[in-house]
């Protein structure tokens, strides 16, 4: 604080400095001078002008146009005068910079930065307990660190490919990680984050998800921000973009990625993707994209498989401190078998339901609690079961859709069998192409598409009874399947 005259009695530089540190802190807020003051520059004072080392282009900017009226605040009150300000690039800050403390007689502030975005210098050693959200403005589910994550056959390179981009920036680089939902994408590229952070001291790191890139994009475009978003997004260490398969036929988004990825690879940064589907699948990013993707690490996740799931429910069951015993964990592993968020859904279910009843969680009691759920969860589903569905619906032969025949009769149905084995199955591409008439897996892409065309102009398939209405036939075999 100010003394009552307005002005701090100091003796030296080194004390004028601590005091101005103290007094902008107040202005500022915790949080974000820490951000941007703490270990993220070096201020010093000469008697004469203030000067300000800053690790890079885009914190200079930041700070000169955004905190130059509580700097100035700030200086009227230790000094009673605003000395000449100096911003400039420090070299050695690009490199490394530690964590220094926050000046005493901080007020709390809130830590946003830009346009509800986080940018994280790896040195600012908050505490795990309040686990910070990887973006600002957008609620997002909190995941635990890597160390928490589950792991089994089905998702073992991706783990192993996460923690090593997260201990050694740069080495594997770019790394996309692709699944359905709910396999646990989300959780490695929030741990990847926050482990490089603490690991990786002088990294800035940014998550954000494909969305937020177009929005803020969008956004610089309008307001002639664009330099300053390049200077942003190109300047990081860690870039992490969440659901990338959003900037599908997007092209001038697209075209922004591609120029951030090209100047943060020749620099050896690193970069880190999810994604639904391969880049194989992702033909709809462009050729450029799909290429610089397929160019790094590229790992699938499965669902989770038997004893997979079975650790994710024990691991729930500790974090919410909720006993439930073993019987009942392999209840609910065996019986929910589709993703991680059912298995968290019937967690919740058992909870609410063993306080409204005042009952213990006990096999019995889980059975009935989750009977509902298990069977809405439906059977899994095999591409044998989808023939017989196809086969049964359109009054076909059953050998019918392995044939070559190329008639629409037969064409169109084994088209929608595709269609239904990429949405209801596991299946990898070849291995579809292959059951269906030892097809290759760009015939099963190509097939996806045409369903996928059918179903946007309202279109129709062709039988040798009749023509179907894409949509009915799709629901006609679905209810197929069900039944079955």
């Known amino acids: 604080m100010c003394a009552e005259d307005g002005r701090k009695v100091t003796t030296d530089d080194k004390e004028i400095v601590s005091a101005l540190r103290t007094a902008l802190a107040e202005r500022v807020g915790a949080e974000r001078f820490a951000l941007w003051f703490g270990s993220s520059a070096r201020i010093t004072f000469d008697g004469q002008t203030l000067s300000f080392g800053v690790p890079n282009q885009f914190f200079l900017d930041w700070i000169r146009v955004n905190f130059r009226q509580q700097i100035e605040e700030a200086c009227r009150c230790v000094l009673r005068d605003v000395p000449p300000l100096s911003f400039y690039v420090h070299s050695t800050l690009c490199e490394t910079r530690g964590q220094q403390p926050l000046p005493a007689k901080t007020a709390g502030g809130s830590g946003q930065s830009g346009a509800g975005l986080k940018i994280l210098p790896a040195g600012n050693q908050q505490q795990d307990s309040q686990d910070p959200e990887p973006v600002g403005s957008l609620p997002r589910r909190r995941f635990g660190p890597l160390e928490s994550f589950v792991q089994g056959q089905s998702n073992r390179l991706a783990f192993a490919s996460a923690q090593m981009a997260a201990a050694t920036p740069g080495k594997l680089t770019p790394l996309l990680i692709h699944g359905p939902t709910s396999v646990g994408k989300t959780h490695l590229l929030e741990g990847i984050w926050r482990s490089a952070r603490k690991a990786c001291h002088g990294i800035t790191a940014i998550y954000l998800t494909a969305e937020q890139f177009t929005t803020y994009f969008l956004e610089a475009l309008r307001g002639g921000g664009l330099p300053n978003f390049r200077r942003k997004y190109r300047g990081v260490g860690l870039l992490i973009i969440d659901d990338l398969q959003f900037l599908a036929g997007k092209r001038g988004r697209q075209i922004e990625l591609l120029h951030t990825i090209d100047t943060l690879l020749r620099e050896r940064r690193q970069l880190v993707f999810s994604a639904d589907r391969p880049p194989a699948e992702l033909a709809e990013l462009g050729p450029e994209l799909t290429t610089r993707l397929e160019g790094g690490m590229v790992c699938g996740i499965d669902p989770p498989d038997h004893n997979t799931r079975l650790g994710i ?61 298990i069977r809405n969860s439906g059977k899994v589903v095999r591409l044998g079961d989808i023939e017989r569905a196809v086969c049964d619906v359109f009054g076909l032969e059953p050998t019918s859709l392995h044939s070559k025949r190329k008639t629409k009769s037969v064409s169109h149905p084994r088209m929608l069998a595709m269609w239904l084995a990429r949405k209801h199955t596991r299946a990898a591409l070849s291995e579809i192409g292959h059951f269906f008439g030892r097809r290759s897996h760009s015939t099963v892409i190509s097939a996806q598409k045409r369903v996928d065309r059918w179903m946007a102009a309202g279109g129709s398939l062709q039988t040798a009874e009749r023509h179907w209405n894409v949509d009915e036939a799709i629901r006609k075999v679905e209810r197929h399947l069900a039944a079955g």
């Open 313 to 373: 429910v024990a691991q729930m069951a500790r974090r919410t401190k909720l006993h439930v015993p073993e019987d009942v964990q392999q209840f609910i592993a065996s019986r929910l078998t589709s993703h991680a968020r059912e298995l968290s859904g019937a967690l919740c279910r058992l909870q609410a339901t063993a306080e409204a009843l005042g009952r213990p969680i006990t096999l019995p009691m889980a059975e009935e609690a989750l009977a509902e759920m």
